[in-house]
């Protein structure tokens, strides 16, 4: 065989045997990585797509609120009484102007919105009122909890946190399990210190709240002393923690919106509160939380 044929024939067969090493590694590749050097740069690695994330519907078709005396408009119109018609959440009261008046028409307020809130609930009650919210299959459910959680006789009856933590996730399970498509607007515990501070001014108001009213936190209104001092603290202190409960609690729930503590900010001045007992919101209380709300939803 001439030296040139051999040449080629040889040349042939190391292609050959390369191609079959790379066919080889190619094909093992996704079995064993290769060995990498120090500081070689990290292997990219293949992550799986995103789930889509709903879009947030800013009008909705109904509305559904469960929550405590707040959400009932308790005091807002006359003396230790519910006055759901100027409810911030549901109300029909044209000053007010409700969240759902704002979302869905004055007209439209009779048939898709539901008041379930009940004067003096507590964490504990929410479930068994979102399972009723649940039924409604709501385009959304607005909650307003936890002041009744930590106004109570004495700071040591307050509600643990893991308790509330607990009836919160219950809540939203109870929801989940019958509307799933329901969205949710979480307001945030207002701050009872700077409720306390606002209508220590009222004469009238201190006497009404000798009656039993929060007394964890407002009784022995005037006391400026340590012991009072670190009880108010304590009670400050909770429900600053109910508020990070609503809060991871919800931002666990794609459809739900926590109000990022704006409650719990806003300074209510004496005309937002009632004038039976300086604690509960006002009509004009009451104006306040449906702009909060509507701006939150709407955004």
């Known amino acids: 065989m ?12 190391v292609w050959t ?4 090493l790379l066919s080889g590694a190619a094909l093992t590749g996704c079995e064993a990585e290769p060995a990498r050097g120090p500081g070689a740069a990290p292997r990219a690695s293949v992550s799986p797509a995103p789930r889509p994330t709903p879009a947030w519907d800013r009008s ?9 005396s707040i959400t009932r408009g308790f005091d807002a119109c006359g003396l230790l009484a519910d006055c759901p018609e100027v409810s911030w959440a549901t109300g029909a009261d044209a000053r007010v102007n409700s969240l759902a008046r704002r979302l869905l028409g004055p007209s439209a307020l009779p048939a898709r ?28 459910v607005t909650v307003m909890v936890g002041a ?7 700071a040591e009856l307050m509600t643990p946190v893991a308790d509330f933590r ?23 515990v207002p701050d009872l210190k700077r409720l306390w501070s606002t209508g220590r001014g009222s004469a009238l108001g201190k006497e009404v709240w000798k009656l039993g009213v929060c007394a964890s936190m407002l009784g022995d209104a005037d006391d400026l002393g340590v012991a009072a001092g ?7 202190e909770r429900v600053v923690a109910y508020n990070e409960v609503l809060r991871d609690v919800c931002a666990e729930d794609r459809l739900c919106r926590y109000d990022g503590g704006a409650v719990f900010g806003h300074r209510f001045t004496g005309a937002q509160l009632s004038r039976w007992d300086w604690f509960h919101p006002s009509r004009n209380g009451q104006e306040r939380l449906a702009e909060i709300a509507y701006r939150i939803i709407t955004a």
């Open 2 to 13: 001439p030296d040139s044929r051999r040449g080629r024939i040889r040349t042939l067969a």
């Open 17 to 20: 045997a390369a191609a079959a």
């Open 60 to 68: 909705p078709a109904s509305v559904a609120a469960v929550g405590d």
């Open 113 to 140: 919105s539901w008041n379930l809130a009940r004067s003096g609930a507590r964490v504990a009650e929410l479930p068994s009122q979102m399972a009723k919210a649940a039924a409604k299959k709501p385009g959304l």
């Open 148 to 154: 009744n959680d930590a106004c109570r006789d004495s």
């Open 166 to 188: 607990g009836a919160f996730e219950e809540a939203l399970r109870e929801l989940r399990e019958v509307s799933p498509k329901s969205q949710v607007y979480v307001a945030s």
């Open 230 to 236: 670190e009880r108010r603290e304590e009670v400050y």
